[in-house]
């Protein structure tokens, strides 16, 4: 039954002929049987509609006690938001119907003579509300008058302390919920009151999406209190605050709404804590200014992380600020410059994302969350350095033992959208110290953004190791790289380029495995081969591509996906060379957006703990290929 129902909604809007409806019902004491029922409203208009009236709903049910203390369920007949609604039910042959009908029909219990035992729930949560429980006496007549049986407690809790989830409420006058008897005519007449509790027990309030600022209607036994206190609980169960909820006797009548404005005791904020859509968690400081936690959450969320109480989010332009599809125009990735201006059509899928923090006001961007399915999450959050505050987070996944290598290049961000780089935003290597700068300010993707590391082998910058531990790349050997959304670059005009990864040491003496990578290329100059070698170990077996459908922004053809494999194995079995063709395209237009992948499977055998892979883009007849590599998994076969 809608007994909050918001004023503004309803008012003008309602339909009041039901008021004057007046139908002739014979009423029947036992087989099918048709009630109308009609409730009595609270004494007050704050939570109503605009004539201060609460609605019956689509199937809400009542409890119709039968001669011999037995209950049925009557059912509403139709659709419900009106005042007064028909109830149906079958009183079984051999029973009249008894003198007695309880809203819900779930809070029944039994009835013995005039006793009725009744059940008050003791869990509520600010994200619905409770009707209370209501009785009418059922006499000579198919029209029956529900009372309520208790009252409620306006509760307008200020300053309430974010990290508690709920409220335990108890009170040295009585229980606040459990199990009450009593007889019907004093139900009636004053109501449930806490000394007709036959066993009890306080109340429970669940506090959905915490602020400063709570409201919650509680339904309470009808009495007056010397006390109400409350216990702030955290999600470890342990109390925040305890205090009462208010210094003065508090006087709750049958069916009326008591208001009790709350301020909360101060709490000092944790160091850090996450905020997960209104949920707020402390985080374990796992060394010296460096928290972390893992944490459960719906498919689709947010969450800010809050350091000594003040909300932050991830800076503009550092890093992903997200897991799953990002969407957020202020992430690197995509590039903001490219999502305002509507140009890329790819969908970008992260599983890890790194970056520095900002506060919510100086840059409103709080974390993002849009998985497949629910799940959970891993948060860092660094602040050795108070000024420039990093985060870490990633999906937590169950490792797969058969596993070898992989990199996905998720925390690859600032080196703009993979079109035309005029079009992109990027920043210079030399500047970085291991996470993305915090700023909007970044340069256009020009001269020394490209990278060597380890060595400084050609006119690209050299990363600092820093940069490179920080994103997990460090063990691995990078010739004139770039950063890109998702993915690493390699080459640029003349410029050969090539990347190299860690030797796989997870290998047991030698093994068989699948190797697959997810590449792409980029201009209309890359026609030269790449290489893909295994150094240190191992050979090609059989090799296969799949290729993207994808459509030419210059020439507006479309191309159906289309799939090929490879048989010639050159230097041993050590090293595949990927033609252009239709399988591995150039791109039409230097400005495609959204280029043709191909997805390479390659069986290998032979590889040893030293094995490393190698994807060499050398300078041929005409420019080095400049390729995009987006995924590189080893899997033991």
Known sequence: MALFAVAAVLAGCKDYSYETWSPDESFHRTGEVTLLA????????VYMDDKGHGVWEREDKIAVACSDGSFVEFVLDGTGDTKRATFKGTIPSGKEIGGVAVYPASAVVSLSGEDLTLKVPGKYDTSSGYTGIMIAAIKDSWQVDFKQALGFLRLNMSNYPGEAERVLLASPDGALSGTFKSKVSDMLERGIRPSDAVDGSGAELVVKSAGKSVLAFLPVPASDYSAINASFIDADGAVVIAQPLSDYAVGVSRAELCAMNVVCSEVQAPPCRINLDGRRVKMEES??????????IPASTSFTIELDGVPYGFATGSGAGGLGIISSKNSAL???AIKTAGKSKLTYYVKRAIGTMSPIEIADNPFTVELESPGKIRVVADVTDPSAPRYRINVVRAEDPSVIFHEDFDLCTMGGDYIAPAAGIGSKVDVYDGYLPASASVTQNVGNFPFDYPDDTSSAAEALPSYMQAYGLQDWVFTYAAERPGAMQLCAGTIAGAMTTPAFSAVQGTADALIEIDIARFSTTSTDPVYIKLLGGGSFKAASITRDAYVSAK??????????????FSDGGATLAIPDNDLFPHSWDNADVDKPVSHLRMDVSGITPSTRLMIDCPKGEKNAPRIFVFDVKVTKK
């Open 555 to 568: 020439t507006g053809s479309s191309f159906e996906e289309a799939s090929g494999s490879y048989s010639q």
């Open 334 to 336: 995509p590039v903001g």
């Open 287 to 296: 060394v010296a200014n460096v928290y972390e936690g893992e944490f459960e």
């Open 38 to 45: 009609t409730f009595e409203n609270l004494e007050t208009k």
